[in-house]
């Protein structure tokens, strides 16, 4: 799905001394490569103020618990999307309230957001998912009009730009209040381990986010808060610091292969190639086809499978459908697309390093194989 080894080799000998200023100096923790990464994801996101933190989960985790939300406050997300986001909410004791989401580009429904509000929601999080922005106009006046925070799960759509109906325009992660990001290997700005950070252009909320990321450390060995201990390690931060010269490169080399998909596969009788939101960039963390019903998924994964293309299912059940996140307060019937999007979806490999002989091959494949 990815080819994480080609695009080392392409930038390997920056990579490489990067790595190796860290282990010279003996900086593991804290330090100038981790500084100069914030700095420069700060400027290239256009944000006041970037957290890094140990992981994309941890940055919702720590998001929240900055925004001093207590037990049973509602918290409002997308019913199809990766666990972490519901998963933290519920860790922390809050409720997650999964709302339906849009037919044609996967993200939250602004208008299923609005239905699911009662006196104690206090947040919204969505997820801009496969690498386009959810839409941020509606959902930002929605929570305006409640009093209501909104994070923005960014891990899929760093590098993604939201236009406002204005013509104003803002990357992904820096419109609500608060933004998360994960560095995860495979996402599209990816360290070699783990990492993740949290945006925000609020000054008490980014002290508040660096305290609880440091144990809820206001200064050493003073203790204000309950917190946890999220770190980016120097050598993520190094590597990330590297990476993030080419994170516009990078999107364009996903969306020039994204386009090729698109006009070879647009023909398609039992599939529709992915759908482009009018008022947000797509950096294709995710390259999805929509499978007709009555398309065999199982059985084209397989074919596909059998001539040596990988291929994903993102993802196989609906959130409200696990165990860990059923509730009484919902059931199928309130989620017809999230249902059929879950049965349907079909992801094929994207990524920045695919020549157009790769492509012609899956593309041939997808002719035979789902026709
Ligand atoms: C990857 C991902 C996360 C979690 O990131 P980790 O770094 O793996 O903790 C959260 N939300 C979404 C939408 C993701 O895709």
Same mark, same amino acid.
Not at 80 to 89: K, L, P
Not at 197 to 209: E, Q
Not at 229 to 250: C, E, F, P, T, W
Not at 313 to 338: E, G
């Given at each position: 799905?990815? &080819?994480?080894?080609?695009?080392?080799?392409?930038?390997?000998?920056?990579?490489?001394?990067?790595?190796?200023?860290?282990?010279?100096?003996?900086?593991?923790?804290?330090?100038?490569?981790?500084?100069?990464?914030?700095?420069?994801?700060?400027?290239?996101?256009?944000?006041?103020?970037?957290? $890094? +933190?140990?992981?994309?989960?941890?940055?919702?985790?720590?998001?929240?618990? #900055?925004?001093?939300?207590?037990?049973?406050?509602?918290?409002?997300?997308? *019913?199809?999307?990766?666990?972490?986001?519901?998963?933290?909410?519920?860790?922390?004791?809050?409720?997650?309230?999964?709302?339906?989401?849009?037919? @044609?580009?996967?993200?939250?429904?602004?208008? #299923?957001?609005?239905?699911?509000?009662?006196?104690?929601?206090?947040?919204?999080?969505?997820?801009?998912?496969?690498?386009?922005?959810?839409?941020?106009?509606?959902?930002?006046?929605?929570?305006?009009?409640?009093?209501?925070?909104?994070?923005?799960?960014?891990?899929?759509?760093?590098? #993604?730009?939201?236009?406002? $109906?204005?013509?104003?325009?803002?990357?992904?992660?820096?419109?609500?209040?608060?933004?998360?990001?994960?560095?995860?290997?495979?996402?599209? @700005?990816? +360290?070699? %381990? &783990?990492?993740?950070?949290?945006?925000?252009?609020?000054?008490?909320? #980014?002290?508040?986010?660096?305290?609880?990321?440091?144990?809820?450390?206001?200064?050493?060995?003073?203790?204000?808060?309950?917190? +946890?201990?999220?770190?980016?390690?120097? @050598?993520?931060?190094?590597?990330?610091?590297?990476?993030?010269?080419?994170?516009?490169?990078?999107?364009?080399?996903?969306?020039?292969?994204?386009?090729?998909? *698109?006009?070879?596969?647009?023909?398609?009788?039992?599939?529709?190639?992915?759908?482009?939101?009018?008022?947000?960039?797509?950096?294709?963390?995710?390259?999805?086809?929509?499978?007709?019903? %009555?398309? *065999?998924?199982?059985?084209?994964?397989?074919?596909?499978?059998?001539?040596?293309?990988?291929?994903?299912?993102?993802?196989?059940?609906?959130?409200?459908?696990?165990?860990?996140?059923?509730?009484?307060?919902?059931?199928?019937?309130?989620?017809?697309?999230?249902?059929?999007?879950?049965? +349907?979806?079909?992801? @094929?490999?994207?990524?920045?390093?695919?020549?157009?002989?790769?492509? *012609?091959?899956?593309?041939?494949?997808?002719? &035979?194989?789902?026709?």
């Amino acid at each position: 799905m990815v &080819d994480l080894i080609g695009q080392y080799q392409h930038i390997k000998s920056e990579i490489d001394s990067a790595i190796h200023t860290v282990i010279d100096t003996g900086r593991f923790i804290g330090g100038p490569a981790l500084e100069s990464f914030t700095k420069n994801l700060a400027a290239y996101l256009d944000v006041k103020h970037v957290v $890094p +933190c140990a992981n994309g989960t941890d940055a919702l985790q720590i998001a929240m618990m #900055a925004l001093n939300l207590q037990p049973g406050d509602e918290v409002i997300t997308a *019913d199809f999307t990766y666990a972490a986001t519901a998963e933290v909410i519920a860790l922390l004791r809050l409720t997650p309230v999964l709302v339906e989401v849009d037919p @044609l580009t996967f993200n939250i429904s602004p208008e #299923a957001i609005e239905k699911a509000i009662t006196s104690a929601t206090r947040a919204i999080v969505p997820v801009h998912l496969f690498g386009q922005c959810a839409d941020m106009a509606p959902i930002m006046e929605i929570a305006q009009r409640h009093h209501l925070y909104v994070i923005e799960d960014t891990a899929q759509a760093i590098g #993604a730009y939201y236009t406002f $109906p204005d013509g104003k325009k803002q990357r992904a992660g820096t419109i609500g209040q608060i933004g998360t990001t994960s560095f995860f290997p495979s996402k599209n @700005l990816g +360290c070699y %381990g &783990d990492g993740g950070a949290i945006f925000t252009n609020d000054d008490a909320l #980014a002290k508040r986010l660096k305290m609880i990321a440091n144990h809820g450390q206001s200064s050493q060995y003073v203790f204000d808060d309950i917190g +946890c201990n999220s770190r980016l390690d120097n @050598l993520q931060a190094a590597i990330l610091d590297v990476k993030l010269k080419y994170l516009d490169k990078y999107c364009t080399a996903r969306q020039s292969a994204a386009a090729y998909y *698109d006009e070879q596969l647009a023909s398609l009788q039992n599939a529709t190639i992915p759908v482009r939101a009018a008022n947000s960039t797509h950096v294709f963390h995710q390259y999805t086809l929509t499978l007709k019903p %009555g398309t *065999d998924r199982v059985a084209a994964r397989k074919a596909f499978e059998q001539r040596g293309i990988p291929t994903m299912v993102y993802y196989p059940s609906p959130m409200h459908r696990q165990n860990a996140y059923k509730s009484p307060r919902y059931s199928d019937a309130d989620f017809p697309i999230s249902i059929r999007l879950s049965e +349907c979806v079909l992801s @094929l490999p994207i990524h920045t390093e695919m020549t157009r002989d790769q492509q *012609d091959y899956i593309i041939s494949a997808a002719k &035979d194989i789902i026709q």
